[in-house]
C-alpha cells in the first residue's frame, strides 16, 4: 500500500479541518476508504496536532465538494506538489466568484477554477 501525501500545514490556524476519522463519519465510508481517496488525490491532508487532517471546506453536504479531485489532478499534473496546491486553493483572488478557489468550488464555479490552474501550467 503506497504512503498517503501529506502537505505542509500552510493553512491558517483558524481553518477548521477535520480527522480522517471525522471525514470517514460525514461521508459515511470508512476510514480506510478516507485513506484511499487521500492516496488517490481526491483529498488532500495536513498534519495538525500529530493527526492527518483534511480541511473542513473540502466537504460538502453530498461529500467531497464537486471539482475539488479535478482540480487537484489539474494541479498535479502541472507540477505542483500538494503544499502548493494547498496554498493555491486557499490564496486569495478577488476576481474570482467565492475570493479564493476553494470558496470558488463550493459555490458551484469549478469550470472556472479548473480553468485557471489549467492556465498555470503554462
Known amino acids: 500500500m503506497s504512503a498517503i501525501p501529506v502537505a505542509d500545514d500552510v493553512l491558517d490556524p483558524d481553518i477548521a479541518v477535520l480527522t480522517v476519522a471525522e471525514v470517514a463519519n460525514t461521508l459515511g465510508q470508512s476510514e480506510n ?27 460538502g453536504p453530498n461529500g467531497v465538494i464537486k471539482g475539488l479531485p479535478g482540480t487537484i489532478t489539474v494541479l498535479s499534473d502541472a507540477g505542483f506538489s500538494r503544499t502548493e496546491m494547498l496554498r493555491w486553493l486557499y490564496s486569495e ?22 480553468r485557471r490552474a489549467q492556465a498555470m501550467a503554462f
Open 33 to 59: 476508504k478516507v485513506r484511499q481517496l487521500l492516496r488517490e488525490g481526491h483529498l488532500i491532508a495536513v498534519r495538525r496536532r500529530g493527526e492527518l487532517s483534511i480541511p473542513a471546506e473540502f466537504l
Open 93 to 114: 483572488d478577488d476576481t474570482l466568484p467565492g475570493v479564493t478557489p476553494v470558496n470558488a468550488l463550493r459555490t458551484s464555479h469549478g469550470t472556472e477554477v479548473k
